[in-house]
Nanobody
Framework: QVQLVESGGGLVQAGGSLRLSCAAS????????VGWFRQAPGKQRELVAS???????NYADSVKGRFTISRNNAKNTVSLQMSSLKPDDTAVYYCNAHINLIGIRNGNDYWGQGTQVTVSS
């Protein structure tokens, strides 16, 4: 009943910027915390940034000061603005959201399909 779709990935040079978007659709009653994760080849998936329904944000130390997560509750979208990109930021970026469906008490976590971000030096 729920679909998350990421977009905005691509190839950029070091020092450049990208803006990722995550759009949720379905019979949604509410969306709680949303997180952006990333996974590079041969590495563990890591949490990059998260944002609560009350707009409280957290960032991994590696991206703090460079990335900004935000949400538009009216549109059920979450964005990740990435600036001063480094080659180490290269990874597949995934959106994860805890979503409560209309008429269902317990919510569930949902994942998007991922979008590739490649930063060249």
């Amino acid at each position: 009943q729920v679909q998350l779709v990421e977009s905005g990935g691509g190839l950029v040079q070091a020092g450049g910027s990208l803006r990722l978007s995550c759009a949720a659709s379905g019979s949604i009653f509410s969306i709680a915390t949303v997180g952006w994760f990333r996974q590079a080849p041969g590495k563990q998936r890591e949490l990059v940034a998260s944002i609560t329904s009350g707009d409280i944000t957290n960032y991994a130390d590696s991206v703090k000061g460079r990335f900004t997560i935000s949400r538009n509750n009216a549109k059920n979208t979450v964005s990740l603005q990435m600036s001063s990109l480094k080659p180490d930021d290269t990874a597949v970026y995934y959106c994860n959201a805890h979503i409560n469906l209309i008429g269902i008490r317990n919510g569930n976590d949902y994942w998007g399909q991922g979008t590739q971000v490649t930063v060249s030096s």
